[in-house]
């Protein structure tokens, strides 16, 4: 495994904590434009997987600035993307309860349909569900702020991560309680991984990789 450097990225997370849908990716680039590239990927909402997990699951999405390996910031991507359902007015992704409302509404509409009689005043809490939600989530168009998002992130300081390494991840232990990347990683490698299985993932951008080590399938260190 090649050892951990003291380097600059930015890191795309997209992520389930254990226990829900166990989905996780980690795209750690120093270029904005490659994170861009991969966060378009999940705002295309294909098979409304991307609502899905973010509205029904409440998944981490958010961008990390690592400097010299120092995680010094995050920006939670919920307060710049607005969801939008057929022809109603769009809603803040970080607005919880007006999206479950919404879900339910169209819920109602597919009751309808099939002569269930359900009480239109009600909204149900996070963990309820229904099959219908699925094509719901479908429905939606997931727009981004990216102009925002860029204003709130630092130009990275050399050496920057570059293909074959890994940086080091580390948090300020004076800092309260803060917010971990996935699994508490301590360290990251170039490139579009799903860390739950460990799968380095194609990124949409054409860039050379070298090819991994026979015992480099240890992608993340945890705490």
């Given at each position: 495994?090649?050892?951990?450097?003291?380097?600059?990225?930015?890191?795309?997370?997209?992520?389930?904590?254990?226990?829900?849908s166990?989905?996780?990716e980690?795209?750690a680039?120093?270029?904005l434009?490659h994170?861009?590239?991969?966060?378009?990927?999940?705002?295309?909402?294909?098979?409304?997987?991307?609502?899905?997990?973010a509205?029904?699951?409440?998944?981490?999405?958010?961008?990390?600035?690592?400097?010299?390996?120092?995680?010094?910031?995050?920006?939670d991507?919920?307060?710049?993307?607005?969801?939008?359902?057929?022809?109603?007015?769009?809603?803040?992704?970080?607005?919880?309860?007006?999206?479950?409302?919404?879900v339910?509404?169209?819920?109602?509409?597919?009751y309808?349909?099939?002569?269930?009689e359900?009480?239109?005043?009600e909204?149900?809490?996070?963990?309820?569900?229904?099959?219908?939600?699925?094509?719901?989530?479908?429905?939606?168009?997931?727009?981004?702020?990216?102009?925002a998002?860029?204003?709130?992130?630092?130009?990275?300081?050399?050496?920057?991560?570059?293909?074959?390494?890994?940086?080091?991840?580390?948090?300020?232990?004076?800092?309260?309680?803060?917010?971990?990347?996935?699994a508490?990683s301590?360290?990251?490698?170039?490139?579009?991984?799903?860390?739950?299985?460990?799968?380095?993932?194609?990124?949409p951008?054409?860039?050379e990789?070298?090819?991994?080590?026979?015992?480099?399938?240890?992608?993340?260190?945890?705490?």
């Open positions: 495994m090649a050892p951990s450097q003291e380097r600059s990225c930015y890191v795309l997370e997209l992520s389930v904590q254990p226990g829900g166990r989905w996780a980690l795209h680039y120093p270029r434009d994170i861009r590239a991969c966060l378009d990927v999940f705002l295309e909402n294909g098979g409304g997987t991307s609502a899905y997990h509205i029904g699951y409440g998944a981490t999405l958010g961008i990390w600035t690592v400097q010299r390996g120092d995680v010094v910031n995050f920006v991507l919920y307060d710049f993307i607005q969801v939008r359902h057929r022809d109603k007015p769009p809603v803040s992704l970080a607005d919880d309860k007006a999206l479950r409302a919404l339910y509404a169209r819920r109602l509409e597919f309808a349909e099939e002569g269930e359900v009480d239109a005043e909204i149900p809490d996070a963990d309820d569900w229904d099959d219908y939600d699925l094509t719901t989530y479908e429905e939606m168009t997931l727009e981004l702020d990216w102009s998002v860029t204003a709130r992130l630092a130009p990275l300081e050399p050496p920057l991560l570059a293909p074959g390494e890994r940086t080091m991840a580390r948090y300020d232990p004076g800092k309260k309680k803060p917010r971990y990347m996935y508490q301590r360290s990251v490698r170039f490139g579009s991984y799903e860390v739950e299985n460990g799968e380095r993932l194609e990124p951008f054409e860039i990789m070298p090819e991994p080590d026979d015992d480099d399938d240890d992608d993340f260190d945890e705490d």
